[in-house]
């Protein structure tokens, strides 16, 4: 099932995702929560939730450095791994190399 990342009965999966990246990035959970928030990204969130630390780091990074607040566009050519595309999951090389 498709997970609405801006539902507020979603909210518990916001968090589970913003303590995570608290926990291994070193940022304050408001950080994240408020990207997550913003990004118009079409992201997995369920996906990237049960990532291994690598990929997730990668992810939950990239967006903090990458977002554009005012808009919510991702900047500088920055393309999550767990992004959507037409149904489908967008999997880096690396994550097909690891059977995510």
């Known amino acids: 099932m498709e997970t609405n990342i801006k539902d507020p009965v979603?909210?518990?999966t916001v968090?589970?995702?913003a303590t995570r990246a608290e926990k291994l990035l070193g940022l304050a959970k408001i950080h994240f929560v408020l990207d997550?928030?913003?990004v118009k990204?079409?992201?997995?969130?369920e996906r990237l939730l049960e990532?291994?630390?690598?990929n997730f780091i990668h992810d939950m990074a990239g967006i903090n450095k990458h977002l554009d607040h005012d808009t919510g566009e991702l900047k500088d050519g920055f393309l999550p791994r767990?992004?959507?595309?037409?149904?489908?999951?967008?999997l880096t090389r690396l994550a097909e190399k690891n059977n995510y």
């Open 36 to 38: 997550i928030q913003a």
């Open 15 to 17: 968090l589970k995702i």
């Open 10 to 12: 979603n909210y518990p």
């Open 51 to 54: 990532a291994d630390d690598f």
């Open 82 to 90: 767990f992004t959507k595309f037409n149904g489908g999951i967008k």
């Open 41 to 45: 990204a079409d992201i997995d969130w």
